[in-house]
């Protein structure tokens, strides 16, 4: 069975630092990878995906993620935070047999300082 | 911008009351999706329609029903909730029906049983 963790259950970066959110999955083979942002009382917005080929992928809003085989993560990054990027973080699988069951992690709350 | 409308955003009823959550969709997607999510935690999935058929049921209770009146609805009708259903209810779509593909979502409908 799939399944996704995500250490973090709360960061706080200040604006202009440095983020890196952590994601690790569970899954067989190389599956499909999400991240969604979900601001508060909004619906839950794609970031970025990864399938195949290049293991950086790019995403909106100036965001990034590298997909590591021997590690089984797929962590995001963006090298400045803004405040509007507080928000609640998802990452999510979706297996390749699986069809429509996409597993979500349990998301990381990010809190931006000014 | 959100290409997934869900109606209406906020809904308060009672154990006895019957309603219908509505969603809509004219990006073409053939897989729809309802989506419970309590505060502070990942939505969980309640129904896929794959080609206006029910795919998936995720063993929901029979007081939530789903309906997919064509490719472009999709409905979750309501009856005898308990507060615990208490919720946002989200509605996603997606141009595949295998875990490729990426989810579009409303912006939810929270719903309030008292």
């Known amino acids: 069975a799939q399944s996704v963790t995500q250490p973090d259950i709360h960061i706080t970066v200040s604006e202009g630092a440095s983020l890196e959110l952590r994601c690790n999955y569970s899954y067989g083979a190389t599956p499909y990878l999400f991240w969604y942002v979900q601001s508060p009382g909004q619906g839950l917005q794609l970031l970025l995906k990864?399938?195949?080929?290049?293991?950086l992928v790019q995403g909106i809003k100036g965001f990034e993620a590298e997909f590591k085989r021997s590690q089984s993560s797929f962590n995001l990054r963006k090298p400045s935070v803004h405040w509007s990027d507080a928000a609640e973080y998802f990452c999510?699988?979706?297996?390749?047999?699986?069809?429509?069951?996409?597993?979500f992690g349990d998301g990381t709350t990010l809190t931006v300082k000014p | 911008d959100t290409e997934v409308t869900q109606t209406p955003k906020h809904l308060v009823m009672g154990m006895t009351n019957k309603k219908s959550l509505k969603c809509e969709q004219h990006?073409?997607?053939?897989?729809m999706y309802w989506y419970k999510q309590k505060a502070k935690k990942p939505p969980e999935l309640m129904f896929v329609y794959s080609y206006e058929k029910l795919s998936i049921n995720e063993s929901v209770p029979s007081r939530f029903s789903p309906e997919c009146p064509n490719s472009s609805l999709l409905n979750l009708h309501l009856h005898a909730l308990q507060p615990e259903d208490s919720a946002l209810y989200l509605c996603a779509s997606s141009h595949g029906t295998g875990g490729q593909g990426e989810l579009f979502f409303g912006e939810g409908s929270r719903l309030t049983v008292l």
């Open positions: 990864y399938f195949s080929g290049d293991t």
């Open positions: 999510a699988v979706g297996a390749r047999t699986n069809a429509g069951k996409s597993t």
């Open positions: 990006m073409g997607h053939r897989a």
